[in-house]
């Protein structure tokens, strides 16, 4: 008989509480995850010539990104906080698709797993990337943003489809 899958973070009487890591085994731990911002050409225009008023787009997003995966557990409720030996944020401008796409890899020594610091990276480098192009483009959109690998810990390592880490 399997075991049926349960949330971690509810207890028997339906109470949110912060799960218990103290018996797990430190071990080495890594996630990545990936999202999208969508916009205009003459947005991605400006991306691409550093055109835009609030200055260098990308370095300031990459920082902020940074910034939102050191924050998570003052984000995220019942996330558990620990100092990450390593963040990763990387850009790929597609002008085809007027998109740009985010991936950030988080990597720890720890009992729990840092998918949502990669995640809340993710978001918060597309949240920045809005914010400091929307006086010329209100009509851009995050999107797709998504653990795409992660290894370490109890539960073993998830790989996305077609994603090695």
């Given at each position: 008989?399997?075991?049926?899958?349960?949330?971690?973070?509810?207890?028997?009487?339906?109470?949110?509480?912060?799960?218990d890591?103290?018996?797990?085994?430190?071990s080495?731990?890594?996630?990545?995850?990936?999202?999208?911002v969508?916009?205009?050409?003459?947005?991605?225009?400006?991306?691409?010539?550093?055109?835009?008023?609030?200055?260098?787009?990308?370095?300031?997003?990459?920082?902020?990104?940074?910034?939102?995966?050191?924050?998570?557990?003052?984000?995220?409720?019942?996330c558990?906080?620990?100092?990450?030996?390593?963040?990763?944020?990387e850009?790929?401008?597609?002008p085809?698709?007027?998109?740009?796409?985010?991936?950030?890899?988080?990597?720890?020594?720890?009992?729990?797993?840092?998918?949502?610091?990669a995640?809340?990276?993710?978001?918060?480098?597309?949240?920045?990337?809005?914010?400091?192009?929307?006086?010329?483009?209100?009509?851009?959109?995050?999107?797709?943003?998504?653990?795409?690998?992660?290894?370490?810990?109890?539960?073993?390592?998830?790989?996305?489809?077609?994603?090695d880490?």
């Amino acid at each position: 008989m399997t075991k049926e899958p349960r949330l971690s973070h509810i207890d028997e009487d339906g109470k949110a509480v912060m799960v218990d890591v103290s018996a797990k085994e430190t071990s080495s731990r890594i996630a990545t995850a990936r999202g999208t911002v969508l916009m205009q050409p003459k947005t991605m225009a400006l991306v691409q010539e550093g055109g835009m008023k609030k200055g260098d787009v990308l370095s300031v997003a990459r920082l902020a990104g940074i910034m939102g995966a050191k924050k998570t557990p003052e984000l995220i409720p019942l996330c558990h906080p620990f100092a990450l030996q390593k963040i990763d944020i990387e850009f790929s401008l597609d002008p085809d698709r007027n998109a740009i796409d985010i991936e950030a890899t988080c990597k720890v020594s720890g009992q729990t797993g840092v998918e949502m610091e990669a995640l809340t990276a993710v978001s918060v480098a597309a949240l920045t990337i809005y914010d400091m192009c929307k006086a010329v483009d209100r009509t851009m959109q995050l999107t797709d943003i998504r653990l795409l690998a992660k290894s370490g810990g109890q539960s073993g390592d998830f790989r996305a489809d077609g994603h090695d880490q």
